[in-house]
């Protein structure tokens, strides 16, 4: 029930593309999903986020949509660059200091030219 | 965003010694921070939790007594891998989480252990 399920596994999309990722979980108290960036031989960074309350949150190219009754939701990048060739990784997390992330096993973007 | 660093970035160590890790959060208090192991092309794999003052939070099958934790302030956390074994080789990640930044756990950039 912690799992947190993510694909495609890798991804090839052209320049100017539109990238996209898709997550699901099963723990319907997750409250908190995160989507991490990570470049080679660097840590995550922390990229956008959404609460259940909201069914889409965009920040400039990045957009998260969360279907609650699904329990999905995916990154939509667009207008994809080569810079964004990287590591995304999606996360679920329940409110609480106890709490801890769960992470889907990773989608490895590249974009070509 | 919060800022946190991690030293060394990467070091190289004889099997069967012993390697320290240090973890800080340069603008934020930390009342928890994770560690992370990650291998090659794979996901992140929680090893322990720490809470300022208190005994880490070991997960299943990670030994406590091989990767001691530390964190003695609101600002710091060090893993310390002992008695290392080339199988102990791997990126390692430090997390820091605030209440201040509610459920926003920001990371460090990893250090690379390789261990001859």
């Known amino acids: 029930q912690q799992q947190v399920k993510q694909s495609p596994q890798s991804l090839i999309v052209q320049k100017g593309g539109i990238s996209i990722i898709n997550c699901a979980y099963e723990?319907?108290?997750?409250?908190?999903f995160p989507w991490y960036q990570q470049f080679p031989g660097k840590g995550p960074a922390l990229l956008i986020a959404?609460?259940?309350?909201?069914s889409e949150k965009k920040e400039g190219r990045f957009t998260i949509s969360f279907n609650k009754s699904a329990k999905q939701f995916s990154l939509h990048i667009m207008d994809s660059q080569p810079g964004d060739s990287a590591t995304y990784f999606c996360?679920?997390?329940?409110?609480?200091?106890?709490?801890?992330?769960?992470f889907g096993t990773g989608t490895r973007l590249q974009v070509t030219l | 965003g919060a800022v946190v660093s991690q030293h060394p970035s990467r070091v190289i160590c004889k099997s069967g010694t012993s390697v320290k890790i240090e973890c800080r959060s340069l603008?934020?208090?930390?009342?928890?921070m994770f560690w992370y192991r990650q291998f090659p092309k794979q996901s992140l794999m929680l090893m322990a939790t720490?809470?300022?003052?208190?005994?880490?939070?070991?997960e299943q099958g990670v030994e406590k007594d091989k990767f001691l934790i530390n964190h003695a302030s609101l600002t710091l956390s060090t893993l310390t891998v002992t008695s290392a074994h080339p199988e102990d080789s791997s990126f390692y990640i430090c997390?820091?989480?605030?209440?201040?930044?509610?459920?926003?756990?920001?990371f460090g950039p990893g250090t690379r252990l390789t261990v001859l």
């Open positions: 996360a679920a997390k329940q409110t609480g200091t106890a709490s801890k992330l769960t």
């Open positions: 720490s809470n300022e003052g208190s005994k880490a939070t070991y």
């Open positions: 723990n319907t108290a997750f409250d908190y």
């Open positions: 959404i609460r259940p309350d909201v």
């Open positions: 603008d934020f208090q930390a009342t928890t």
């Open positions: 997390s820091a989480r605030t209440i201040g930044l509610a459920g926003k756990q920001f």
